[in-house]
């Protein structure tokens, strides 16, 4: 069985709800949906774009956590609460990833965790050795 590299949230609710940040199997690397919350706060309320760049700044940084990087994403998931704002949420993904160009999925939910979450993405990516 090949080793699991864990990235932690800190969050107190991650053993409790039992999940990690990141994962890595081989070369296999999921992201957990991610959030724009810092601290236990929600940041750039009602601002989905800001929302979108920071979310991506998270999952950038536990993917290098687990020796991957934004260029080996395969797949982004991304879980809206108002599918019109998804230009501007479009636009931030796609500055991250414009030239990555990973298979991408956007649908509208009725909520997130916190009323003030306008967006979470979770990613796969696929480091190549």
Excluded at 37 to 62: C, H, S, W
């Amino acid at each position: 069985m090949e080793q699991r590299m864990r990235v932690s949230t800190g969050s107190p609710w991650e053993p409790v709800v039992g999940y990690c940040r990141a994962i890595r199997v081989g070369s296999l690397v999921e992201v957990a949906g991610t959030t724009s919350m810092k601290d236990g706060k929600v940041v750039f309320k009602g601002d989905p774009y800001n929302q979108t760049r920071y979310i991506l700044e998270i999952i950038d940084q536990a993917l290098q956590e687990v020796g991957a990087a934004m260029e080996d994403v395969i797949r982004t998931r991304m879980y809206v609460t108002n599918i019109t704002q998804w230009e501007e949420i479009g636009r931030a993904h796609g500055e991250w990833f414009k030239d990555i160009r990973p298979v991408a999925t956007m649908v509208e939910v009725k909520a997130l965790i916190d009323p003030e979450l306008l967006i979470e993405i979770e990613v796969q990516a696929v480091v190549h050795e």
